[in-house]
């Protein structure tokens, strides 16, 4: 089936450390998106891809990092320059015309 | 930049009854969706609107485009219990960004 798949779902980390979050979609969608998503709160844009090897930052970029080498895949890289990294991560996929945005289940970091 | 309004962000309505949830943009799109969300899950895709004086329906809910007045409304007909959740609407901008609006929190009481 396809789909975009988020790992881990649940994951912890010590202040100072950095952690990655992975998605992997395959759906062949070209353009890829992170958000965060803090409680009671709306979506806030991270960084989106449109293609292979780009990406551009959006509203709340500092202290994230993400790449693009695949079309499948969108890592993001939770650096210890985030200051308060404690959220839930969601990540997304469109269509090529962009006629649907689907979600992954999410991956949930916690700052310990 | 493009900016997405949601209102009202709180909703509580009584089982049968009638409302609408607004979204207002700031700047010209040819993208809007309508998102639910259930506490401590993903965003479900209810419905994706892609021109103007688009119209799709689903069940009790149904979403409208006004591209001329940046407009889009979902409104929720007879309401349930099960429709208790949080509705987001987004908007896809010239660049490809997708902006989100702040989310209306529904509770649909007996």
């Known amino acids: 089936d396809g789909g975009i798949t988020q790992s881990p779902k649940y994951l912890f980390r010590k202040e100072g450390q950095n952690v990655t979050l992975s998605c992997e979609q395959n759906?062949?969608?070209?353009?890829m998106y992170w958000y965060r998503q803090d409680p009671g709160q709306g979506l806030r844009l991270i960084y989106y891809?449109?293609?292979?090897?780009?990406?551009q930052k959006g509203d709340i970029a500092e202290g994230y990092s993400v790449s693009r080498e695949k079309k499948e895949s969108f890592p993001l890289t939770v650096t210890s320059a985030q200051k308060n990294p404690t959220a839930f991560y969601l990540c997304a996929s469109t269509t090529p015309r962009a006629t649907e945005a689907f979600f992954g289940q999410g991956t949930r970091l916690t700052v310990v | 930049e493009l900016k997405v309004e949601q209102n009202p962000l709180f909703l509580s309505m009584q089982e049968g009854k009638n409302y609408t949830i607004y979204c207002n943009y700031s700047t010209t799109s040819d993208r809007l969706y309508w998102y639910r969300q259930d506490p401590g899950k993903s965003l479900e895709s209810l419905f994706v609107l892609l021109s103007n004086g688009a119209v799709k329906q689903e069940g009790r809910l149904m979403a409208s485009l006004d591209t001329k007045a940046r407009l889009s409304t979902l409104h929720i007909t007879a309401a349930v219990h099960d429709l208790s959740a949080t509705y987001f609407c987004?908007?896809?901008?010239?660049?490809?960004?997708?902006?989100f609006g702040k989310g209306t929190l529904l509770t649909v009481n007996p």
């Open positions: 891809s449109q293609i292979v090897n780009d990406f």
């Open positions: 987004a908007v896809r901008g010239s660049n490809y960004k997708l902006t």
């Open positions: 759906l062949n969608h070209d353009a």
